[in-house]
């Protein structure tokens, strides 16, 4: 249908680049093949639907130089992170693409290799979206929609005081890995070696949204959020919400190798890795009485997780305890803010 | 929570933004007030849901100079008319905003109280969304949800050869008041009123989606799209879509009285009205026999609509024919492309 209107080298019209996203719609039947204007969602009885929109721009979320491919898996990663840590399930999603420029057919098509990889690894399609030409950065944005058990969503603003603080996985390995893409140089100021360098980076493209976690963390979290604005900050967040204070004990939070060996040389960069961004983690605050259970189906489900402190009574306030006892001053706003 | 972070002047935080917008959220319990990382949606028994997403970007979808106020209710706007041609009901919606610099105060509230007169007019809430900074142009990416009983949505690949084809309201307006915001010299030239001026650029500033037109769509419809790029581009996508050919009665298209006094005076300008985009109206095929009832109920419903040509045999194909009976040539493709 459309080509006469596609050359070989950049796309012509909107409906060259819709025909390539087209087959990422399939098996989806409200998706329409991308031909309709809206996309039809039937929920499943008994289940209520969990949306996220989320945002990725070049030079903000993502650099100029990274390939189409991570560009895609982040945009989608990011957004399915938030239903992880809401207990939810990916269904499907609505993509906006802003250019500043037609994309040509060979970078759309490995955007398009991206997307298919990711939602493949999280279970959703593509069910509808929107191209433009603008100026400005390229822009992706996902709105992501999951589906949860009636009444089940998992809560930021439901933490009480008692609770068990736990965390998934590490943190602070992108922060690391986009200091590296940024000088290269410091992977050898730092000792780490190539193969922890890779995984650095891979942290902060590829992020891994927790959802082997959904289940636990319906079953057991009091409440949870991801971690994407520095675990801090996002901390800060859900104790402000919960109307609770925490304390969070620095030497607890879970590094990774090459984290770890960064800390050794040089302890200040503990500060730094506790409040970089984009981790896609999940803190969850865990009644005491469970936190044994939680803990034992977090593994069970092939997910880490490690105690890093606890939600005391309010009003809210965040305390942090450095790995030798003494109180961290962080401020409690540190991690990202656009603004 | 956030005082301290405001200033009289520009908003400090993301969350002094999202403070100001909250008050939008009130009344839709899955908002969590705009306070948690994801909104949740209980659909009603017996209903299905209609997802839409279309950024609007400054100096692509409006102008520099805009009010805020118009610019929230155009975001909003666009969208619940897609909705509306599916024969959907808006329920709540998702805004991602990207903003070069940090807004003022001043800007940002009248930025809300354009979202809040539109929400009130359409029926529905903010519910999440994401605020960020970025170069480029001031974008609002819109994520609207829509509700419409089981089994009723109507499409677009769904006309019928023998069906009558309708359009609602007027066409070309917009695209006239947006020539007169380029250069307002041409009001003189082409003898149209103050009043009338008026309304051509509110008609591209403040379209109206038309919402009251959504039962007798589900009720009668064969297939619907609302008209957003131009009538000839979007009447040929629907014959595409469904598989059909088709004729439009260019003397039959609805003209408002100024639009018909510029085409009276340069009947050239004919082709330009159906070619021009930000109609916002509904094209509508409906079945021979019910096309007089579906007059009718949306007469009844206060929509003007007309009749304007058919659905014929396929295969796809778009025949227009002129005021005097002679074929018009318009290239099918004609109206807005980004590419």
Known sequence: MT????RHGTLRGEEAIIALLAPLAEGFSGAFGLKDDCALIAPEPGTELVLKT???????????????????????AVNV?????????PLCYLLALSFPDAPT?????????????AQER????????????????????VTMIGSVPQGQIVRRATAHAGDTLFVSGTIGDASLGLALLRDP?????????????????????????????????????????????????????????????????????????AARRIVARA??????????GDDYEVLASIPRDKAAAFAA????????????????????????TGPDGAPMHLPAASGWDHF
């Open 185 to 257: 140089g410091q992977a050898g100021t730092w000792g780490v070696s190539a193969e922890e360098e890779s995984h650095l980076v891979a942290r902060y493209r590829r992020p891994e949204p927790r959802l082997a976690l959904a289940q636990a963390l319906r079953q057991y979290a009091s409440a949870a959020m991801d971690v994407s604005d520095g675990l801090i900050k996002d901390l800060d967040r859900l104790l402000r919400a919960s109307g609770v204070a925490g304390r969070l004990d620095a030497g607890d939070v879970p590094l990774s190798q």
């Open 105 to 117: 057919r060979e970078r759309m098509s490995r955007f398009v290799d991206g997307l298919r990889a």
């Open 3 to 6: 080509d006469d209107r596609q």
């Open 297 to 320: 189906a977090a593994a069970a489900a092939g997910v880490p997780v490690s105690r890093v402190g606890e939600v005391l009574p309010g009003p809210p306030a965040l305390a942090v």
């Open 81 to 89: 992170s938030d239903l992880a840590a809401k207990g939810a399930t």
């Open 54 to 76: 989320d945002p990725v721009a070049e030079g903000v979320h993502f650099l100029p130089g990274d390939a189409p491919q991570d560009i895609a898996w982040k945009a989608l």
């Open 122 to 141: 999280f279970g959703c399609h593509l069910i509808g979206g929107d191209t433009d030409r603008r100026p400005g950065p390229l822009t992706m944005s």
């Open 267 to 276: 302890p200040q960069r503990l500060a730094g890795l506790l409040t970089g």
